[in-house]
């Protein structure tokens, strides 16, 4: 399935470039929205992984609180 997705994305990629070869307006807006790179549309990709990474950190957190609990019950 990976390599579907990347066929189909430089499918994308290809075509993209082509119509932005003989449209500079299109280009532009392009790039505007892009931030200038395609390598933003990663960026964004990685976007939610940050936010999993979040919840990793906040479920860290609750393993702390979980722990403070049993040592004040022990006592």
Not at 22 to 48: H, I, K
Request: some cysteine; aromatic content about 2%.
């Amino acid at each position: 399935e990976d390599a579907e997705v990347k066929d189909l994305m430089a499918q994308v990629y290809d075509a993209k470039e082509t119509a932005c070869a003989q449209d500079e307006q299109l280009r532009n807006f392009l790039d505007q929205l892009e931030g200038g790179s395609g390598e933003t549309d990663v960026t964004a990709e990685t976007v939610p992984s940050t936010e999993t990474g979040s919840g990793e950190t906040d479920s860290a957190e609750t393993e702390s609180d979980t722990v403070t609990e049993t040592e004040s019950a022990q006592e």
